[in-house]
């Protein structure tokens, strides 16, 4: 049973481009949710997506957009790219009617940004 | 609004020591908490949850973690100490336990456990 899975695993883009990310669930699962993880910080909370929308936003701008395809996938886009972008983008995956279910965190994909 | 502290971003222990690594948490309802373990290059794999349940709850790989209302803390603790324990500890807290919750985290504490 394949886990959540993520790509790239490495990405470099210069400032002002564009990036998506990629992210297929765990088997079984629902929902999506996005977190960025900066270089000594814990992950912060971008979006969730359940049901091919939105469901949840962190404090993130609207450079950073996703979507969430009927076979659970989701991307992540951010636009005009900053260098503060540079992190971590984890992706995780869970059912959303469970009641006592965990979140499954893919590996990562490690963005930087020159 | 929620929020996580985590105390000691680097915590340095012997082999066969024991293990604390603090929490303490702010929210505005019952929270549910959490701790993760995040390996060099790999995504983060959870260790325990709290979910208003026992107190006192276990995780894998022999922590365990104990939730205090009075002090609004969940610190993880381990009583021996392995080699292969070193890495990125994260708390974090949610304000739901669906599977649609989502997760703030503290700031880490990296745990070095010397042979």
């Known amino acids: 049973d394949a886990g959540v899975t993520q790509s790239p695993t490495h990405l470099i883009k210069t400032r002002g481009q564009q990036v998506t990310l990629r992210c297929s669930p765990k088997?079984?699962?629902?929902?999506v949710s996005w977190y960025q993880q900066a270089l000594g910080q814990g992950p912060q909370f971008i979006f969730q997506?359940?049901?091919?929308?939105?469901?949840q936003r962190g404090n993130f701008p609207d450079r950073f957009s996703g979507h969430q395809f009927p076979n659970y996938s989701s991307e992540l886009n951010v636009n005009a790219l900053l260098l503060g972008d540079s992190a971590l983008y984890l992706c995780?995956?869970?059912?959303?009617?469970?009641?006592?279910?965990?979140?499954?965190f893919g590996e990562g994909s490690r963005l930087t940004v020159l | 609004a929620q929020s996580v502290t985590q105390l000691g971003s680097h915590v340095s222990v012997s082999e066969g020591a024991l293990v604390l690594l603090r929490c303490n948490y702010s929210s505005s309802v019952p929270p549910y908490l959490f701790w993760y373990v995040q390996y060099p290059n790999q995504g983060l794999q959870l260790l325990l949850k709290y979910t208003s349940a026992a107190t006192l709850v276990k995780g894998i790989n022999g922590f365990e973690a104990e939730f205090k209302k009075s002090e609004t803390s969940f610190h993880l603790t381990k009583p021996s100490a392995h080699m292969s324990d070193a890495a990125e500890y994260f708390c974090a807290v949610s304000e739901t336990d669906t599977g649609r919750r989502a997760l703030t985290f503290g700031s880490g504490t990296r745990l070095q456990v010397q042979p």
């Open positions: 088997s079984g699962h629902d929902t």
């Open positions: 997506y359940y049901e091919e929308e939105e469901r």
């Open positions: 995780a995956s869970s059912l959303a009617t469970s009641g006592t279910g965990e979140l499954f």
